[in-house]
């Protein structure tokens, strides 16, 4: 009854989403590149501005940035090559992916390559390193005896973002390493002939390597770029890579006669290659060198938002958000199209149930310049940061909505898990012969929560999206929620043609989702979200859902350490104060729960739910990320893809393992631990009768 | 009209306060020393809750925090010695204060002493510094040619805070500099003998030299000091002096026959002394070596807050917050008593009236520790960020209400301007012969706010009281008020006896304010705030009132840069951007202002006027300084008494005439600007229609 907000409206507003409508408008933002900074990219953001009024929305704006961007140089191609002992270049990679057929005649595409690259042209003997971790990189020094120091470095990708995997290379070769980044893409290699797939595309993954950490716009950390803000140097701007790298596909590294000893099996992928770690080649071509040629530049460009409202009728003053992104690497059928597609489609809903209005205010928000380390959203969130930061409710993010064909996937705090369970009773399953079968019992089937409960697995948000700012940076309950694949069976990371030419409209038409029934699927979570946060008189957030996961994540933190446990002993490093938190949160949450039954002061009541996630902030950050501040949930500093919960202390924990001080590593510990009792112990008090 | 919460009501609160209970309260808290940390000041916090519990508020409770505090000593005191060139000491500083008529028997009295001083017997020669502010230190040396590398300098009280002569010290004279602190200070000779006014009373100023910029205690910089807080190793603890630091009185001072040049007249106190810079003695006592005999400790230190509640009956999730201080140096008669009196009137005077409620919440605090750095306040601050963050409206702070006897004084956020001119026209003049006179006409009388407008002075909020973390850190509209003297004829800094044993209940009663008529104005000053903001219907802070600070501001600073102009134009810095925010803020506020003639959603209005401090707040802090927060309103670095506005700006043109590379300096003007500019403009979207 509280979580009303008339379910006649929900049920108009979900019926209304269509599946041809949702391929009509996937069809339609995908025909052209639409890269951040270019015009295409532009030109679909007045369309979309356009588009969104005539669906009926109160206002929509361009909100522009102008943000550092990195493109090649359109003269000088980047390339790697192999030169022979007189500096002959006897091989180069690839300049460009094959084109996929009917877009034999598109220009604009970008070719593949590492956005904010140093530009280059070391030369020198390779050495393979793995996933480039932190602990591939050790193991290659301590174990395998092998000094990086003026080699290049080739890394596969997966298991952390690319980003990180050039912080590593740099911290680990000190200051003199050069790295080229290689893409061991397994099943890159879909080409999108119709129906056809084989893993010779000739595909390669782009994508920024830049290490952020939260901060926007590398010239403007904590402020939006606008015209009249300061711009750092390039040399001090946040994040930036200081040694070259690229991208290659497979068709290319298997070109490379990687010579010296056997890796270990757990460094070796799928292809059908012998898998060696230098330095240098074979015996056979022992004289020949790698150089990488890398001529990309980074230039402040011009990029837009596109930012619609429908003004809450009784709370215009909050803010629910449904965001995603716009900007592509090439035509972006899947990332993020597939998720624009949800979000056009979402607001041509909305807007045909106008006649009456949402208790709160929604925002949604078409972001520019994802792909090039989140500015858009970032910057927005700088922008307004102030008003978010007392008005916003939640935050559901929408990039590609499909990455795979076999279930819902779920990522978001845990005060929205109930929430997601019971929409997802709601809503019917997309999948053939499931007719009247339920999303929730079709998702629960297939991914089971079975170490922590009996339903649908929801895990922890990550990264590498744009909530980011929003719920890691500003504290807002924060969710995404989109189609994915079997993770048992299908273990590449991501999907095979993520960040190439190949993803385009005909992917998804002919291979993902044929009859759109799981985009729309995705749409209707969505914007089932997006209607509960808005409509319902008490808002849908589950405090003891937060309680429970506070418990269960300070037990699992505290087993983590268990590792170590004499030295725990000798340093007197202990969780009791954590637990003692949770307990206490528990308690408030209980108290809190109970009054919600007979609750009279609804903005009172509601202002505590909106501000809980906000308790977990902490203004400091985390150590050396400023811009990282939630101290539950954040990626840890070496694992950036994955929430980790309790970061701070994961990271310390982490940190234990290699440092030369145990001492003042377990100091950190139990400084970390202080910092997570105190917030979890400051976000009870936010649940306590208010007076 | 809106200003209501009942005008009858108001009456009734004020008319209740009593001068004879004012008086009663002070006597009852200042018959025996009460340093922070020590019984008896755990002793008036109990009395006081009692007293609070009794006088009717809801809840009282005593918050507990384990902070770093410093005491003498007991077995081997702090003195400063002249020895002679076998290193016999033929002359001692005195080790305590003669002692008031009336309170000879006293236990408890800690000596004069600045707490935190490093330990430690330092010799050399003395060079006098005059305020030991930058510009003191640039003139010795590059004017004068003096370096006081490893001399000990001899620096007067005034102009900035202690600790900040302290660290220019350390800064001036690299790491072997060691400094000593004289109180060269004017009158502080007044002994409480009754009537009896001399200059030779042998007192001296207790004070801290801390350098915390707002971090409260040393070693739990942004978190409350609980029992589980981890606490940073004293070597790491935040603005703890590396070098040893001692005040004494003029009594020692003359005599200390320094040689060497004769200052400029600007150096020259109006001791009847012949003022010398030195280094060292007059010719008949060259061999003659100053020695400090510093053993003063540090130790953590439980200390008290007593904390007392009305709850609101409507918006119970609204604070109100009235705080001041408890603990003395000694006896506390002015610094805080005389303002914790006040406080304890008022308290007394709410509980009568509780037969209705306020509106919103009442918060009144009795800090603890205080004189150590802040501690209590900001402690129980870090302790409730989250709380106060989104439910605070305003803080009136309640240190001494009384430091000389000519007219009021008021220091506060402009949009309290007009709310402090309103409620001083309903308050009678305490002054003898202005029955019938308002405490506005008499206050306007004394000091018209010439160069502004004609109207009675209100000044910027500074540093040094209990305010600064909800001001300064949090962004929570503040204010203070007390009487004062006549600054321009009595141009000693704060007032005669400030920190010496001769603060009593005596100095009060027989000289300061007899009838308590003084002190009884002051509370009705501080409670009718109180009063206002918590009952009225619309919270009484006026929009426009900021917007005229802020573009007065802007010129002003401006202005300041003008000095540069040559430069100015060489660097391309203009503060065109910053204008236009003050324009752009002025044209929201008038809108804002607009709105509310017809306003309808009280609540969500009220957030917009309640949220527009916390606007001010950039979360990145100022320069080196995470816990100034402020970007209209810090101290300055280089004034640390004094609110600057603009800090960031301010302190980067500060820096400008001693730059090594101006370019670089000029660079950091430019980007304190677009971040003043940013935070203007975010400031103005939060006084927008909220969607």
Do not use: N, T
């Given at each position: 009854a509280n979580n009303s907000g008339s379910n006649k409206h929900l049920t108009e507003f979900l019926d209304e989403m269509r599946s041809d409508q949702i391929r009509e408008h996937l069809r339609k933002f995908t025909r052209l590149p639409h890269l951040a900074g270019t015009e295409q990219n532009l030109k679909y953001a007045e369309q979309i501005k356009k588009e969104w009024q005539e669906f009926g929305l109160d206002s929509v704006e361009m909100v522009p940035y102008d943000v550092l961007l990195s493109y090649p140089n359109k003269t000088q191609p980047n390339y790697i090559s192999i030169v022979d002992h007189l500096g002959n270049e006897v091989f180069n990679t690839s300049l460009a992916e094959p084109v996929p057929e009917g877009y034999e005649g598109v220009s604009n595409i970008v070719p593949p390559y590492s956005a904010f690259s140093a530009k280059g042209q070391p030369e020198g003997d390779l050495v393979y390193v793995n996933y480039g971790r932190t602990e591939d990189f050790f193991q290659l020094e301590r174990e395998m005896k092998i000094n990086v120091t003026g080699k290049i470095v080739i890394v596969r990708y997966g298991k952390i973002f690319r980003g990180n995997k050039v912080g590593k290379a740099l911290r680990s070769g000190h200051i003199h390493v050069v790295v080229f980044h290689v893409?061991?893409?397994?099943?890159?290699?879909?080409?999108?002939?119709?129906?056809e797939l084989n893993t010779d595309s000739g595909g390669a993954q782009r994508g920024n390597v830049l290490n952020l950490n939260g901060a926007g716009d590398p010239l403007t950390p904590g402020y939006p770029a606008k015209e009249y803000t300061y711009r750092f140097d390039l040399v001090e701007g946040v994040g930036l890579p200081k040694i070259p790298v690229h991208p290659i596909g497979f068709h290319d590294a298997i070109r490379l006669n990687m010579g010296g000893q056997i890796p270990p099996n757990s460094w070796k992928g799928a292809l059908n290659v012998s898998y060696r770690i230098g330095p240098g080649f074979t015996d056979d071509f022992k004289s020949q060198k790698v150089r990488m040629n890398i001529h990309t530049n980074n230039q402040v460009t011009r990029i837009y938002n596109v930012i619609g409202r429908i003004r809450g009728s009784l709370e215009p003053d909050r803010y629910v958000i449904l965001g995603g992104h716009r900007?592509?690497?090439?035509?972006?059928g899947i990332d993020p199209m597939s998720g624009a597609a949800v979000v056009h489609e979402t607001v041509r809903s909305a807007g045909r149930l106008l006649s009456w209005r949402p208790r709160r205010t929604i925002i949604f928000a078409s972001w520019d310049a994802e792909e090039f380390g989140l500015l858009g959203s970032t910057e927005w969130a700088e922008d307004n940061a102030k008003l978010l930061q007392e008005r916003a409710v939640a935050y559901i993010n929408a990039d590609s909505a499909i990455e795979g064909m076999y279930t819902l996937r779920v990522d978001c705090t845990p005060s929205l898990h109930t929430l997601v369970y019971d929409i997802t009773k709601q809503i019917a399953s997309p999948e053939e012969g499931e007719e009247g079968v339920s999303l929730y019992e079709s998702w629960h089937k297939r991914d089971n929560w079975t170490n922590d409960r009996n339903a649908p697995r929801i895990s922890k948000l990550g990264s590498g999206s744009d909530f980011e700012a929003y719920f890691i940076r500003l504290g807002i309950a924060s969710g995404r929620a989109r189609y994915t694949k079997n993770k048992k069976t299908e273990k590449y990371s991501s999907y095979p043609v993520y960040h190439s030419v190949y993803e385009t409209f005909e992917i998804v038409d002919k291979f993902y989702d044929a009859s759109f029934k799981r985009l729309r699927a995705v749409a209707q979570v969505r914007g089932a979200l997006i209607f509960h946060l808005a409509c319902s008189e008490l808002l849908p957030l589950d405090v003891m859902e937060y309680a429970d996961s506070l418990r269960k994540y300070a037990q699992s933190i505290a087993q983590l350490a268990q590792r170590h446990q004499d030295e725990m002993e000798t340093y007197m490093v202990s969780f009791d104060s954590l637990f003692s938190a949770g307990e206490n949160f528990t308690v408030a949450a209980k108290g809190f729960h109970e009054r919600l039954q007979t609750v009279n002061r609804l903005r009172v009541m509601n202002d505590q739910l909106m501000y809980l996630e906000r308790a977990f902030i902490d203004p400091l950050g985390l150590p050396g990320r400023p811009f990282y501040r939630h101290v539950i949930f954040a990626p840890s500093s070496h694992n950036k893809y994955a929430g980790e919960s309790f970061p701070g202390i994961y990271d310390a924990l982490f940190d234990i393992e290699n440092s030369a001080d145990p001492e003042k590593s377990w100091d950190e510990v139990k400084r970390q631990i202080s910092i997570a009792a105190f917030t979890v112990h400051a976000a009870a008090m936010t649940l306590t009768p208010p007076a």
């Open positions: 893409i061991y893409q397994r099943l890159s290699a879909i080409i999108c002939r119709p129906h900007d592509a690497w090439v035509f972006g």
